[in-house]
């Protein structure tokens, strides 16, 4: 085993986050058991339900490069749900409710930012906690019972496409796209490399560690509102529980796509392509009839071996 | 041990060693900072496996996978680095590992207090032994290291730099236990760097550099000079460049400053060309000054102006390092494996992190590439290029991206700690050559080593620091080490130094 | 009186942590909700809080014991679900509760394997085994139903000796886990294992001979057969499987130690602590419900004390 993990084949091998050989395998799987499946019409489908946890991925890889984690998304997202759906703002417009959505979600980043990077508490629990916390007060607000419609422009502008893409779908490649580029052309992105790298280091060096760590939160917590506003378009309806599931798909998608505690080498795109791998996985599952608690045991297990994998991989190196 | 091989992350440490080791005979392992002796006797207590060579005990081999296994077979170690752990007392640690059992399994608390106090009444120390070694001085925490380390019954005894801490009166206490040692046919290796303990107590000395045996001499047929030369290798004069002209203005004054609420204050100036030194035995206030201007402690008092401008104190914690980046003063890390360096990353990061540093996080980032291919010329760096890992780069060369990083930032003062940590000598060499050039084109150094050595050869001006303060500054060229030592041990006149009224 | 503030603020010089102040609450509560409503001092409701602080008390005990190796354990909640499913599966009492043990060792093992030989963060590990536990209730046990055997209702319900069963259930923890902790070199190993991770010499005690492989591994086994026998107690009052029935139990649990002065980052706790902990968190959890407090708004609550009680450690790491 160690002999194989030093060939330098084997170690380049090793390099290309797991994300793209599950992406393969899963689309080798689906076109020889459902080939007729494979066309840009059903794939746009299933990819533009999958576009607010791909949103949501964009905000955890970011503090997961800063060795953090958010757990919190959940909550943000039923929060925004609600706030949208019941009705409490009768008659207010569209761009309202965008920025509503938004502050919503900075402000819980920001809160989330400065408990991590400036109290240095655990990440886990203080964004659990944050999470438990939104979710309670929804259910307290809404009394457990499904709030009202969502007002249907949201609807209109999710169900348009470009060409044959639908908007969504344009949308998170171009967000993922953005922030590649912010990541590898401004210091920000510098920043991050560097206290994901070795905190001590970056401090010593004059990184701003408690403000990169503040910010990647902050930016975490705007992409969980994005991902809420996508996510209340695409169901059209209030829920009491929407979006529960998000933050620990997130946590899975980003792992799968090369993007583990400090190390970033999976770039956007890995775990770009580690949520397109859920939306696979979530087709072939289904597919194959595997309902819910296999769905909840595939993710436990992704997380656990794409752990596994990068922790015999450390140890090797 | 014969033949010992063992390599870090590609970095040979020990290249084919051997050390033979007498029963009833005090063996003294010299060397410099990173020539290998620590990892040595590391393999020697189990805690590193060795790659290549074996272990003979009464010539029969052994293999330690572990601690346990070392200290199974009769080998007690006491390690550099304070290894107690704080949330257990003296007795629990002194017996961790191998605690005594009560009925039903339980743990024999009465005895463990019971012997670790004999321990420590033996070594003259009357601390309770149901202390948490958190609220002990590092001193008393060295001195419950050894007790834990001599006091086993074991056959080999390890003593790595154990009185760094240490006060002459606990130097001698721990001496006289050392030929108890000796006296009944037990082997003891002491690593030490205080020339005077080597030749008090040890009969025979092997000397270590950069990995690679010099030799094994019995003390006997050796002088501290002869000493000196076979650890070095070479004239001392040809490994320091020429010392600096007249200084210029002072850039740097520190007053009144007081380290501790308990400590008496000093002051101190640095002038650009200069290259200060502080010197004194570990654990003084050195690096507690040091790291007090990047905000790391709090002072209890003091005036520090750098370059004619206040430096408010308390520096703030988190952004200290920013703020004295700010005003031209760059900090380099003792550590630089954990505190300096990001190992994972290109060389090319390294150096421009300090860059970066000071420009808004908005701002695009610049490539910095001539700033960077610059440096590494001029420090000639040698690295697969600019993108290669640091990691995968020797010490030395470590070591010179990570002074390359401040050179490059644009700094005229420079707060070192340990510029020449686990580097080769031809590297240290380059590195002091760095540090003068540095100065000579106006630039001001202040820096802090545990190698007296190297601070004469290095420096201008070199200021003892003992109980939190500076107690005598003297010229570099009239510094012995003798001189420097004798002002670090407060032998002049002035107060015992660590925590002796217990 | 030094020694007294020192307890109160939990200050360096003592391995307990603070566990005085958690205490003076639990008194504060107590005596703030008999004079707040008439029903708390009323014997039934008493006799009740025992059972109800139950399985928080066994599963906070459990949890206490990797907190202070400074590991993390987030898969008891599931492993309480996934017991009280197991138990409703229809078997033989002699066959079922062994067999809750045998697999709640295995999950801990797992646990505890996984985080150290593949060097996987705590955290991390555990997590994913919340989300398999949780997959293989809910093929279990779908929704809530079937029966649990009737040893375990009674052993529960009933009494001995006209003293109610949750009392013994409640001695039995305590003496297993004070026996684990301060009566054996495997307690005192883990402080040592904890001490070294907290102070950041993670090898510290392996240094001194300790197999701390083999420890850590042992304290995830007992923290999840505690979370097991947390489910069995909970089976026995419900009468049922339930797949949520330990939903978020993970949470309350850790707000209970640290409530108890024990830190997080490993190294510093005490038994009493953790038991006051959960006893402050089953007081107020009964209060909530004495004074019609939404269990909706409960949830928000226990969140933001979590919340509060880490904030108010503090930690040299940062990050997860």
């Known amino acids: 085993m160690a002999a194989a993990l030093a060939n330098p084949v084997m170690r380049r091998l090793l390099r290309v986050p797991p994300a793209y050989y599950v992406f393969a395998v899963l689309l080798a799987v689906l076109w020889v058991a459902r080939p007729n499946m494979l066309n840009l019409n059903i794939m746009g489908i299933f990819v533009r339900q999958i576009v607010p946890l791909g949103i949501l991925v964009l905000g955890q890889l970011l503090v997961m490069r800063v060795r953090s984690i958010d757990l919190s998304g959940g909550g943000v997202i039923l929060l925004i749900n609600y706030t949208i759906s019941s009705g409490v703002f009768p008659g207010a417009s569209m761009a309202f409710f965008i920025v509503l ?128 506003l996508v996510q209340t378009a695409s169901i059209a309806v209030g829920s009491v529980r929407v979006g529960l599931d998000l933050p620990i798909l997130a946590v899975a998608a980003t792992i799968l796509g090369g993007v583990v505690f400090g190390r970033g080498e999976g770039g956007v795109w890995g775990p770009f392509f580690g949520v397109l791998s859920f939306a696979l996985l979530f087709v072939v599952m289904t597919t194959f009839g595997v309902d819910e608690p296999g769905k909840l045991i595939a993710q436990g297990l992704i997380i656990l071996l794409a752990a596994i994998f990068y922790g015999i991989r450390s140890r090797s190196n | 041990m014969s033949e010992i091989r063992k390599a870090f992350a590609g970095t040979a440490a020990l290249k084919g060693v051997s050390i033979t080791l007498q029963s009833g005979s005090v063996h003294a392992l010299m060397g410099e900072n990173g020539a290998g002796k ?68 339980g743990v024999d608390h009465r005895r463990m207090r019971r012997e670790a106090g004999k321990a420590l009444a033996e070594l003259g120390l009357t601390l309770d032994p149901g202390t948490l070694v958190s609220r002990l001085s590092i001193g008393e925490r060295q001195f ?59 009969d025979t000395v092997t000397v270590l550099k950069d990995g690679e045996l010099v030799g094994t001499r019995p003390l006997a047929e050796m002088t501290p000079a002869t000493l000196i030369a076979m650890m070095v290798g070479r004239e001392l004069a040809d490994l320091f460049p020429q010392r600096g002209d007249a200084p210029g203005p002072v850039v740097l004054s520190v007053e009144d400053f007081r380290i501790t609420e308990r400590s008496k204050p000093f002051s101190l100036s640095l002038s650009r060309g200069e290259i200060v030194a502080l010197a004194g035995l570990e654990g003084q206030g050195q690096q507690r000054f040091l790291r007090s201007l990047v905000g790391q402690y709090y002072p209890f008092a003091g005036r520090v102006t750098i370059k004619g401008k206040a ?37 090319a990061h390294n150096i421009a992190a300090a860059l970066h540093s000071k420009r808004s996080e908005l701002a695009l980032a610049e490539g910095y590439q001539r700033l960077i291919a610059d440096t590494m010329s001029s420090l000639a760096v ?46 240290k060499s380059e590195i002091y050559r760095l540090l003068r050039d540095f100065a000579r084109k106006g630039g001001a150094v202040l820096v802090l080593s545990r190698e007296t050595i190297e601070l004469i050869g290095l420096c201008d001006r070199i200021c003892v620091v003992h109980n939190d303060t500076i107690v005598k500054e003297m010229p570099a060229a009239d510094a012995t080490e003798h001189n420097i030592l004798d002002a670090a041990l407060g032998a002049n006149g002035t107060a015992r130094i660590i925590n002796d009224s217990h | ?89 229809g078997g033989p009492a002699w066959a079922l509760i062994p067999a809750v043990f045998v697999l709640a060792a295995l999950v801990g093992f797992s646990n505890g394997f996984i985080i150290t030989r593949f060097n996987v963060h705590p955290i991390i590990a555990t997590l994913s085994m919340q989300y398999i536990l949780l997959g293989i209730t809910r093929v279990l046990r779908p929704v809530s139903g079937g029966t649990v055997p009737d040893i375990v209702i009674s052993a529960v319900a009933g009494s001995f000796l006209g003293i109610p069963m949750p009392v013994f259930w409640g001695i039995v923890t305590l003496a297993v886990a004070w026996k684990l902790l301060y009566g054996s070199r495997f307690g005192l190993h883990l402080f040592a294992i904890g001490g070294g991770v907290s102070s950041g010499v993670e090898d510290a005690a392996h240094n001194f001979g300790i197999a701390d492989r083999r420890n850590i591994v042992l304290a995830y086994v007992i923290c999840a057969c505690f979370a097991a026998l947390a489910g069995i107690f909970l089976a026995g009052r419900i009468v049922s499987g339930d797949p949520n029935v330990g939903l978020l139990f993970e949470l309350d649990a850790i707000t209970a130690v640290a409530i108890g002065g024990t830190q997080l980052s490993g190294a510093i706790g005490s038994l009493h602590g953790t038991v006051i902990g959960a006893l402050v968190m089953a007081l107020l959890a009964n209060g909530m419900n004495l004074t019609n407090v939404s269990p909706f708004i409960q949830t928000t609550i226990k969140g933001a004390i979590l919340l509060l009680v880490v904030a108010l450690q503090s930690r040299k790491k940062m990050g997860l």
């Open chain 2, 144 to 202: 419950v290291e050894i007790a834990h380390g001599i006091m086993t019954d074991a056959s080999v005894f390890i003593l790595d730099e154990p009185t760094a801490a240490l006060n002459a009166a606990d130097v001698e206490v721990l001496n006289r236990h050392i030929r108890r040692l000796k006296d009944e046919g037990k082997a003891v290796v002491y690593i030490s760097h205080r020339m005077d303990e080597i030749f008090a107590i040890c």
């Open chain 2, 38 to 105: 620590s990892t040595l006797m590391k393999i020697l207590a189990g805690v590193h496996q060795p790659d290549g060579g074996a272990i003979l005990r009464d010539g029969r081999q052994v293999v330690f996978h572990r601690p346990k296994d070392a200290l199974e077979a009769g080998i007690s170690t006491v390690f550099q680095e304070l290894s107690l752990l704080p949330n257990l007392t003296i007795a629990e640690n002194m017996f961790l590992g191998r605690e005594p059992t009560a009925a039903f399994g």
């Open chain 1, 101 to 228: 959505a938004l502050a919503i979600g900075l402000a819980v980043g920001f809160f989330n930012g400065l408990m991590v990077g400036v109290r240095r508490v655990s990440a886990v629990i203080v964004t659990l906690a944050v999470g438990i916390v939104l979710v309670g007060f929804v259910q307290y607000l809404s009394s457990g019972k499904p709030p009202g419609d969502v007002p249907g422009m949201f609807a209109d502008i999710y169900n348009t496409k470009l060409g044959p893409v639908p908007t969504p779908v344009i949308f998170w490649v171009a967000a993922s796209a953005a922030l590649s580029l912010f990541l590898s052309r401004t210091v920000f992105g510098r920043f991050v490399t560097s206290v994901g790298e070795n905190v001590q280091a970056a401090h010593f060096s004059g990184v701003p560690v408690a403000r990169t760590v503040v910010l990647t939160h902050t930016l975490a917590g705007l992409f969980a509102g994005i991902a809420a």
């Open chain 2, 311 to 347: 430096l408010p104190l308390p520096v703030p914690s988190g952004g200290g390092v920013r703020r004295l980046q700010a005003m031209g003063v760059g900090f380099v890390p003792e550590d630089r494996k954990e505190d300096g360096l990001f190992l994972g990353l290109s060389v």
């Open chain 2, 382 to 427: 040698k690295a697969g290029g600019p993108g290669a890992a640091v990691g995968t780069l020797s010490g030395g060369n470590q070591q010179k991206v990570l002074l390359g990083r401040y050179l490059a930032a644009d700094i005229d003062i420079l707060l070192v700690e340990e510029p020449t940590r686990g580097v080769d000598i031809g590297a």
């Open chain 3, 1 to 89: 009186m030094t020694a007294i503030s020192r307890r109160l603020t939990g200050a360096r010089g003592s391995r307990q942590g603070m566990w005085l102040l958690p205490l003076l609450i639990v008194l504060a509560i107590a005596l703030w909700l008999s004079l707040q409503t008439a029903q708390f001092l009323n014997g039934e409701n008493l006799l009740n809080l025992v059972p109800q602080a139950m399985p928080l008390v066994i599963t906070a005990v459990g949890q206490m014991f990797v907190i202070l190796l400074g590991g993390l354990d987030l898969s008891v909640g599931s492993m309480i679900s996934f017991t009280t499913a197991v138990l409703a599966l």
